[in-house]
């Protein structure tokens, strides 16, 4: 069964999510890569045919990426779409948060659709899912200042037990 990685934009979910695929011998999939190899650049698909039009695609990747043995990340607002939320009910969660100061370095110069108005954008977004991304999570990791092998190794360590609800990092 998949691992899935979720989180808002720019919290490290695919830095991460190679990491922790590597460690467990298992395939990477990030679905948003999938979206941009089938489909062009995220930002091509919301100028062209707007969001709604970008998250029934994601919800294909998603579907997809979830049918694999996987680490799977899951693109920021893939958790909105209420089948895909139904999709991780028994699933391994892993929400992987960031604060608002160490992401914002992280999203200087984004080409993301929803981050034209910078770090601002980024926290009204953030605030809108966080209900959703805190009760998917079986657990979650920060990855504001610890290094991302150090937090790697604890998801994949987790994968490999039980994957039970733990004391939160």
Do not use: C
Request: charged share 25%; glycine share 8%.
């Amino acid at each position: 069964m998949s691992l899935v990685l979720i989180g808002p934009m720019g919290s490290g979910k695919t830095k991460l999510g190679k990491r922790v695929a590597a460690a467990l011998g298992k395939p990477f999939v990030d679905t948003d890569r999938m979206i941009v190899a089938d489909h062009g650049t995220i930002a091509e698909i919301f100028a062209k045919f707007g969001e709604a039009h970008f998250r029934a695609l994601e919800r294909i990747a998603v579907e997809d990426a979830l049918a694999q043995d996987a680490v799977v990340a899951l693109g920021g607002g893939a958790i909105l779409n209420e089948q895909t939320q139904a999709d991780l009910a028994d699933r391994r969660v892993a929400l992987i948060t960031v604060s608002a100061a160490a992401v914002e370095p992280r999203i200087v110069g984004s080409k993301r659709p929803l981050l034209a108005g910078g770090i601002e954008s980024w926290k009204q977004i953030l605030e809108s899912r966080r209900e959703i991304y805190d009760r998917l999570a079986t657990r979650v990791w920060d990855t504001s200042s610890r290094p991302l092998t150090a937090i790697a190794a604890e998801i994949a360590a987790w994968a490999a037990s039980d994957g039970s609800r733990e004391a939160n990092e």
